[in-house]
């Protein structure tokens, strides 16, 4: 399964990984002359890195199944659109409404009663600065390279944040 993964990262249009509503994999390929599938050297130090950690997928509501004090918790939702037009959130079968970021908060605030470290990237609106208000709220530069317009690719703002200092 690992190997199929890559094999769609490095293959599929820019390396977006997509399902459809019945939760099948719906990218188209890349347009890659030579694409470098196989990269031990970036495989073996992601691995060394990665030691000791615990990689969950799934529904972020079962981070609360096994987080605990003082462990660190990463949230990559799907982001809130950053207009009406924009708001193509259907990286899942579910989708991921206001509702669901609405759910991740309250997520984040029992994580953060336990002592445990969170931090969420989201996109800079006013909806997930008033969610996450009291919180530390830093807005750094992202690349982009995924648009149906080219010309909007680049670096975009969006928002990390967090429960600690």
Do not use: W
């Given at each position: 399964r690992a190997a199929r993964l890559i094999y769609l990262n490095?293959?599929?249009f820019n390396g977006l990984y997509r399902v459809?509503?019945?939760?099948?994999?719906n990218v188209p390929f890349g347009s890659y002359s030579d694409p470098t599938i196989l990269d031990a050297e970036n495989l073996r130090a992601s691995s060394k890195a990665l030691k000791g950690a615990?990689?969950?997928?799934?529904?972020?509501?079962?981070?609360l199944e096994i987080a605990e004090k003082g462990d660190f918790v990463y949230?990559?939702?799907?982001?809130a659109p950053l207009?009406?037009?924009?708001?193509?959130t259907a990286?899942?079968?579910?989708?991921f409404d206001?509702?669901?970021?609405?759910?991740?908060?309250?997520?984040c605030l029992q994580l953060n009663q336990r002592g445990v470290k969170w931090m969420v990237s989201n996109s800079n609106t006013p909806i997930i600065r008033e969610l996450y208000r009291g919180f530390t709220i830093e807005a750094?530069?992202?690349?982009?390279?995924?648009?149906?317009?080219?010309?909007k690719r680049g670096t975009v703002v969006e928002l990390l944040v967090r429960n600690y200092a």
């Open positions: 490095k293959t599929c459809n509503s019945k939760g099948q994999f615990v990689i969950q997928s799934g529904n972020f509501e079962q981070v949230f990559d939702p799907p982001y207009s009406e037009t924009a708001d193509f990286y899942s079968k579910e989708g206001d509702a669901a970021q609405e759910m991740l908060l309250l997520v750094v530069g992202a690349s982009r390279a995924i648009n149906s317009k080219a010309s």
